[in-house]
């Protein structure tokens, strides 16, 4: 019998802007009843359709650099439009203990400070079809000027440049095929054979074990 271990796994999902990450998100966590989203910090003002502890824990730039000064995050940054995010600490840790797989929806910056901290983390990046539909679905959002479309861009550049320090890439130009490749992804971490922590033998087994032993091989019977 195989033992393996309970503690939940931590998983970082990254990806280029408008590659569809947070769609991704969603779907997995409808279809398993054991993931969770780790909701993040930030010091950016609320956005009026955002709910306060489910889409972000929103702060005051005070408060969260209080929050950094007690080291309650497990990774945090502040961006390129001066706003902080962070992974809180105690959470994640907790769910982790109580067996609940976690997924971070954070970018290259805090998944490398992550993967150096706990280097068991599961990194997935995923990818858009094409930046020239990176920038179709920017265009559609319609709320950003040109020159902040073009930070995006160069975000977005400098972020697939940092693939290699993922374990894993998905291609997002089919939803559902791609929610499927991350769950084929998880499961095959759960069956990684550093997973097992012991390995035992039942009772019954061991007496079909011996009695197999001793029936079966003789010395003196030639087998090839």
Do not use: W
């Amino acid at each position: 019998m195989l033992k393996t271990k309970t503690k939940g796994d931590l998983i970082i999902i990254s990806g280029t802007t408008c590659a569809g990450k947070g769609t991704v998100i969603k779907k997995l966590l409808a279809n398993h009843n054991d993931i969770v989203l780790s909701v993040s910090y930030t010091s950016r003002p609320k956005r009026e359709h955002e709910i306060n502890g489910v889409d972000y824990y929103f702060v005051t730039d005070s408060e969260f650099e209080d929050k950094i000064r007690n080291h309650d995050f497990l990774e945090y940054a502040k961006v390129q439009y001066g706003a902080y995010y962070g992974t809180p600490k105690k959470e994640v840790l907790e769910l982790l203990e109580r067996g609940k797989d976690v997924i971070l929806e954070i970018d290259v910056q805090g998944a490398k400070q992550i993967k150096q901290i706990y280097p068991e983390t599961i990194l997935i990046f995923i990818m858009a079809p094409s930046m020239r539909e990176v920038k179709r679905r920017i265009m559609q959002r319609g709320d950003e000027n040109i020159e902040q479309i073009i930070s995006r861009f160069k975000v977005a550049y400098n972020e697939i440049n940092q693939l290699n320090n993922y374990n894993y890439v998905v291609l997002n130009d089919d939803l559902d095929n791609a929610v499927k490749k991350v769950e084929a992804i998880l499961i095959s971490e759960k069956l990684r054979v550093d997973r097992i922590e012991e390995v035992s033998v039942e009772n019954e087994e061991e007496i079909i074990h011996e009695l197999l032993m001793d029936k079966e091989f003789d010395n003196n019977k030639k087998y090839f």
